[in-house]
């Protein structure tokens, strides 16, 4: 069952959405407000709207949701798809008038016979945690190289998440970064996956490693930054 897509068609549907738990590895259950899904371009934060302002050419928005930044590219002019792992949200962003969307998991997708490549992907709220781990970040960086330009770019933000360990030890397996989550909504459980949230120093070193240059374009008072990657000359 895709928990998240049905808190997804409940906001859209008939909001409010009841809670929507998320349950991590790390602390307690945390409640995520459904509406934040559906925000416009007023009342997204700066960080979200320098990432939407480097937007260029040809641009996939992974992770899209409901299609919130994607719906504000489109305005723009830009030739924006959004892609999402979640039939529900793919459903929903047509239905709120995002002209190319469609449903698919960035981490194996090809591009289509005859079809140009993408100028920019764009992952929105820490979306490239998709990819789960240390290992994961790497494989993707070396795969997405077939799905843009020369002159392509990737733009998402992240965090540092070393503040969770200020009065506990870091783990001693694995990188400290990398966690699981699963919803929980109307009672109803899904599924644990593993996301990873990158800081700085290991995203240019793990980017330098595969191939590309890094640069941090904005950081935020919350641990979070902008970074915007592109092929290493």
Known sequence: MDVFGEALKDQFLKPP????????????????????Y????????ELELKALDLCKGKVLDVGAGVGSHALVL???????????????AVTIMKQRGLKQAMEGNILTYKIPEGDKKYDTLLFMMNGIGLTGSIPGLKAFLKHVKSLINKDGQLVFDS?????????????????????????????VKGKWFKWIYVDQKTLIDIAKQTG????????????????????AK
């Open 38 to 45: 559906f925000r416009d371009e007023n009342e997204m934060p």
């Open 159 to 187: 965090s540092d998440l070393s503040y969770l360990y200020l009065e506990i030890p870091f783990p001693e397996n694995g990188y400290f970064g990398e966690v699981s989550f699963r919803y929980e909504y109307k009672s």
């Open 212 to 231: 590309w240059h890094t640069e941090i374009i904005m950081e935020d008072d919350s641990d979070q930054y902008l970074a915007r990657l592109t092929l």
């Open 17 to 36: 959405a009841e809670t929507l738990w998320v349950h991590n590895s790390y602390d307690e259950p945390e409640e995520m407000p459904v509406d934040i």
């Open 74 to 88: 489109q305005k723009r002019g830009l030739d924006i798809t959004g892609m999402d792992i979640s039939a529900s």
